[in-house]
């Protein structure tokens, strides 16, 4: 429910005209949602490490389907990835590593000791843990909307 408020609020309040960009926000919060639940019951069954492995290897299976579905223009993106110079494969490496692999981890780790309800409410506090570094390090400051959010059409 707080994903749906936080999508409804992104749009410019309930009355809003809905874009791709809040389709793909909610997409995403349905899917986070099952993801949380369905690792709430592996959790107890697998250690994080065979659950981190099994995500993913789904993941690679995901996108390389779609990587050979969306045609010859990724395929020569690829194919010009191998000429990246090594401080650019270590900058994705330590993405996949630190972003991906470690994340999923702890978060399988995570499950095994709280619900999936405590682990949804930490997920959805994700956009405050986000915007604080950019206004650490960044400087960058949230914008106020003009008028009434209720008002706009």
């Not at 779609?66 to 994705?92: E, K, R, T, Y």
């Not at 978060?107 to 405590?118: D, E, F, M, N």
């Amino acid at each position: 429910m707080l994903s749906l408020v936080s999508v409804a609020l992104q749009i410019g309040g309930l009355g809003g005209e809905i874009r791709l960009g809040s389709w793909l926000s909610l997409a995403s919060a349905v899917a986070l949602t099952v993801q949380v639940l369905a690792l709430s019951r592996l959790a107890v069954r697998a250690t994080p490490l065979e659950i981190t492995a099994a995500e993913s290897l789904g993941a690679v299976v995901v996108l390389s389907g779609m990587l050979v579905i969306h045609g010859g223009s990724s395929l020569a993106v690829l194919g010009h990835a191998f000429a990246w110079p090594a401080g650019v494969w270590a900058g994705v490496l330590c993405l996949a590593l630190g972003g991906g692999l470690w994340a999923f981890m702890l978060q399988a780790w995570g499950q095994r000791h709280i619900s999936a309800t405590a682990a949804a409410l930490a997920f959805n506090t994700e956009a405050v843990w986000s915007a604080l570094p950019a206004w650490l390090i960044l400087a960058e400051t949230l914008s106020r909307p003009r008028g009434r959010w209720w008002a706009r059409r």
